[in-house]
């Protein structure tokens, strides 16, 4: 009896082997370095480039969710070292989704926001139903003069998924100057493009707040935003080098010149009948040197164009302001029409309790409220910061990290992205904007 088991056990062995071999190799597994891991189908998905034609949809999203594992990986690009997107989810599960944009302070690179925005939703953000999130590098200046951030080519983007995939809200986080290309944004969805710019002269150009002025005591110093503040007084938007094409430009304009004419035209004027259907012409060198070019702007073409003509992302977009402005006298300004359009506007600012500090845009965070009532105003009061007293710059960043690099300042590169037990992300006030979403 004995005999026949170990005869049977023989034949059988290689039979069992083989059988089980199988399952296992049917079923997605290999050997690597002498383990076992599951193998993922699949890719990401490919960066794209709006200009060329490709449609999200043809940058072949992975439908497979063991590709996404509760981390965020930047897998497209809608502007080389300045737009990134993350899936979070597959595309097939997109639906009823909300997407997260992250707005960086002045001269946050995209890597730094990308990092930010990874802490972000590891801390708290998860739990916010996101499937997409976006990351803008922040403006180059202190008011986003140059207007260098392909923020019309990102509302497009944001218009093509919200569409496509039946997206629902949208949390909007702006840290400082990043509040001016989200003004921009609101404007090419709802307004077709660069509003106009303020007509104030350069000595009404700041604000009368001490914090602005001083830099908060905190050493503002050529490397705070405006040398000293976000509010210092400056060139403004008076025409700088074009930048806005609205802007009036010394008279340069080609819409100004028709109404105030030089010298130089009166005299052409008395010469020849030409000039009037010149002066009428678009193409006529008063309007390319003027108001329809604006420079290096050339923004005002845009203004043809409003990008959500659906209105699918009206009351739709949660605006979280962290120690930001208005930009009422420079900058990129919140008008009511896009404050209307949004489903709720916050704004934050810090106060360290240990010193009693206030953050450097607190005063400017405060106008917020008072320019539009329905803002939902917070101070958030923050403690063990680091911070000196009166480095107002340095509690600043403590709308980003708990404990900022700099006592005495900001290290913008390490307070976006060099976290750890002691040094922690800002998520306070996500909990708020639960709370009262939840209402």
């Not at 100004?256 to 030089?262: E, F, G, L």
């Not at 659906?310 to 009351?315: F, H, N, P, S, V």
């Not at 953050?359 to 009061?381: R, W």
Request: overall charge positive; some cysteine; charged content about 20%.
């Amino acid at each position: 009896m004995k005999g026949l088991v170990k005869k049977a056990s023989f034949y059988l062995a290689p039979v069992v082997l083989v059988v089980a071999l199988t399952y296992w190799l049917s079923n997605g597994f290999t050997f690597s370095n002498n383990s076992v891991l599951p193998q993922i189908s699949g890719s990401t998905a490919d960066s794209i480039d709006l200009d060329s034609g490709q449609t999200v949809k043809d940058s072949i999203l992975t439908q497979d969710s063991s590709a996404f594992n509760g981390g965020v990986k930047w897998s497209t690009t809608v502007s080389q070292n300045q737009i990134s997107v993350a899936y979070l989810f597959p595309e097939k599960e997109l639906k009823g989704k909300n997407v997260l944009i992250l707005m960086g302070g002045m001269r946050a690179q995209l890597s730094w926001v990308e990092k930010w925005g990874e802490e972000l939703y590891k801390a708290k953000l998860h739990e916010f139903n996101i499937g997409v999130i976006i990351a803008v590098k922040g403006p180059n200046d202190a008011y986003y003069v140059a207007r260098e951030i392909q923020v019309r080519k990102m509302t497009e983007y944001f218009v093509q998924i919200y569409r496509e995939h039946a997206l629902n809200e949208t949390f909007l986080i702006a840290h400082s100057s990043g509040v001016f290309p989200a003004h921009a944004m609101f404007d090419n969805l709802w307004g077709g493009g660069e509003i106009k710019a303020n007509a104030v002269s350069t000595a009404n150009a700041g604000f009368s707040s001490g914090t602005n002025k001083s830099g908060s005591g905190s050493g503002g110093g050529s490397d705070g935003p405006g040398a000293g503040g976000m509010g210092s007084s400056g060139s403004g938007d008076k025409g700088g080098a074009g930048s806005t094409g609205n802007s009036g430009s010394s008279g340069s304009s080609g819409n100004v010149a028709k109404d105030k004419k030089s010298k130089n035209q009166k005299t052409k004027d008395k010469k020849g009948k030409n000039n009037k259907k010149d002066r009428k012409d678009p193409k006529a060198s008063g309007d390319k040197s003027g108001s329809n070019k604006g420079g290096k702007g050339n923004q005002n073409k845009s203004q043809l164009t409003i990008l959500d003509k659906d209105g699918i992302t009206k009351g739709k977009i949660i605006y979280i302001m962290l120690d930001g402005e208005l930009g009422l006298l420079k900058g990129y300004r919140l008008t009511e029409p896009m404050v209307n359009n949004l489903k709720v506007l916050f704004s934050f600012y810090a106060m360290d309790k240990d010193t009693k500090t206030f953050s450097a845009m607190a005063h400017e965070a405060k106008l917020v409220k008072t320019k539009f009532p329905t803002t939902i105003l917070h101070e958030l009061p923050v403690s063990n910061t680091g911070c000196l007293p009166g480095a107002g710059w340095c509690v600043h960043e403590t709308m980003i990290i708990t404990k900022p690099h700099n006592p005495a300042h900001y290290n913008l590169a390490k307070d976006y992205t060099t976290f750890d037990a002691n040094r922690r992300v800002v998520t306070v006030y996500m909990d708020i904007v639960r709370e009262y979403l939840s209402k």
